[in-house]
């Protein structure tokens, strides 16, 4: 089975400051990995997503994951912090191609100091 | 905007009731997912539905169901309620049946049970 954890509940950065939020996995099957951000009072949206190849994946609004298979591991970032970014961010694996089990890890709440 | 839709937007009732959400997929759309967000469990995957079929299961109570029609909007019925099942409930969609893929997700419809 399929599990996610994410470091830290709430991560604050200062405007123009690197966003680091970390999620690492366990799964007993090479997994797919995914980055949601959900913004306030809206649904879930993909930023980014691993599932075979460059384990550096680049996503939509500037954000980067690197799959490290050695460290479980697919932390998000992003070099530069905007206002625009404070969300909560959810990392969640999925077991494959065929895969029927998909889990969410709970959730990492950016805010974003002016 | 996602393409995928939910009603109602807010709905609620009394313990004991019974309620039904919906969605409509975004066109093309076969996969049909329903998850539940609530404070305390974070977002919980309860039901995948491809193709009128029902797919994967996860932490779907007994006291609820859901199903999806041959036009591929798929309804979650949700009875016997108890304050606990008070959460937002979203639903996604996907083009085929496989986890890895994009999911696109609703604005979600908030539940109050009183």
């Known amino acids: 089975a399929q599990s996610v954890t994410q470091l830290g509940s709430h991560v604050s950065v200062s405007e123009g400051a690197l966003v680091l939020l970390r999620c690492n996995y366990s799964s007993s099957v090479p997994p797919y990995l995914f980055w949601y951000v959900q913004y306030p009072n809206q649904g879930l949206q993909l930023l980014l997503k691993y599932t075979t190849g460059a384990t550096l994946v680049k996503g939509i609004n500037g954000f980067e994951a690197e799959f490290k298979k050695s460290e479980t591991s697919f932390h998000l970032t992003k070099p530069s912090a905007h206002m625009s970014d404070a969300a909560e961010y959810f990392c969640?694996?999925?077991?494959?191609?065929?895969?029927?089990?998909?889990?969410f890890g709970p959730g990492t709440r950016l805010s974003v100091l002016p | 905007d996602s393409g995928v839709t939910q009603t109602p937007k807010h709905l609620i009732t009394a313990t004991g009731q019974r309620v039904t959400l919906r969605c409509s997929p975004r066109?093309?759309?076969?996969?049909v997912y329903w998850y539940q967000q609530s404070l305390d469990q974070g977002l919980q995957f309860l039901i995948q539905?491809?193709?009128?079929?029902?797919?994967a299961k996860g932490n779907i109570l007994e006291r609820f169901s859901a199903q999806q029609f041959p036009d591929l909007h798929s309804e979650l019925n949700l009875s016997s309620l108890e304050l606990g099942d008070s959460a937002l409930y979203f639903c996604?969609?996907?083009?085929?049946?496989?986890?890895?893929?994009?999911?696109?997700f609703g604005p979600g419809t908030r539940l109050t049970v009183l």
């Open positions: 539905y491809y193709n009128g079929e029902e797919r």
């Open positions: 996604a969609s996907s083009v085929d049946q496989g986890t890895y893929n994009e999911q696109f």
């Open positions: 066109s093309g759309d076969l996969s």
């Open positions: 969640a694996v999925s077991d494959g191609p065929r895969g029927q089990n998909f889990v």
